[in-house]
């Protein structure tokens, strides 16, 4: 069965730094993965999606992120941060109709 | 494209009343997904429409749930003689499936249910 890991719970950067946020998938086949957002007490925002092609994508807000097959990996990426990024990251793999989340990762930014 | 909308945004019922919630999906929109996010964790699948056909629903969909999508556009998920265990955001998500065979979800602001 499909399954997602985000490893890090919770993550402090500072404003301007980069960021990498990582991600770990388990799937029989070629995944469907996406990266969402979520603000406090609001609905989930699509950051970016793999479906196949290309294995850096990019996404909205200066996000890109890279599928690595041989690591099972999906990590999200953003070379300066900025304090509006500050939220919780959801990464997750797309299979026949359902989506299985990972735990997410809270992005807290120091100014 | 007017985006998901979800009411109500918030509820607060007393344990044992029957609570339902609406989703709007995107207009063009054939899916329609239900999911369950509790405090801390991502959200977890609970049923999906294709069109007015409900095809799929999870384990952690109890007796007590129920959804609905009569005419294949909005849905409503009632859910009957409360449990605090209930408490939870109930988010809506909707996505145009293709002969691709894949597709993106697009969810709503969802609707946080606390149970008293």
């Known amino acids: 069965a499909q399954s997602v890991t985000q490893p890090d719970i919770h993550i402090t950067v500072s404003e301007g730094a980069s960021l990498e946020l990582r991600c770990n998938y388990s799937y029989g086949a070629t995944p469907y993965l996406f990266w969402y957002v979520q603000s406090p007490g609001q609905g989930l925002q699509l950051l970016l999606k793999y479906f196949s092609g290309d294995t850096l994508v990019q996404g909205i807000k200066g996000f890109e992120a890279e599928f690595k097959r041989s690591q099972s990996s999906f990590n999200l990426r953003k070379p300066s941060v900025h304090w509006s990024d500050a939220a919780e990251y959801f990464c997750?793999?797309?299979?026949?109709?359902?989506?299985?989340f990972g735990a997410g990762t809270r992005l807290t930014v120091k100014p | 494209d007017t985006g998901v909308s979800q009411d109500p945004r918030h509820k607060i019922t007393k344990r044992g009343q029957n609570v339902t919630f609406r989703c709007d999906p995107i207009s063009e929109h054939n899916r329609l997904y239900w999911y369950r996010q509790t405090l801390g964790q991502g959200p977890e699948f609970l049923t999906y429409f294709q069109n007015e056909a409900q095809l799929e629903k999870s384990r952690l969909l109890s007796d007590r749930f129920s959804a609905e999508r009569p005419k294949g556009s909005f849905s409503t998920l009632e859910i009957q003689r409360t449990e605090q265990g209930d408490s939870a955001m109930y988010l809506c998500?909707?996505?145009?499936?293709?002969?691709?065979?894949?597709?993106?979800?697009?969810f709503g602001p969802g609707t946080r249910l606390t149970v008293l």
């Open positions: 997750a793999v797309g299979a026949r109709y359902d989506m299985r």
């Open positions: 998500a909707s996505s145009l499936y293709g002969t691709s065979g894949t597709d993106t979800q697009y």
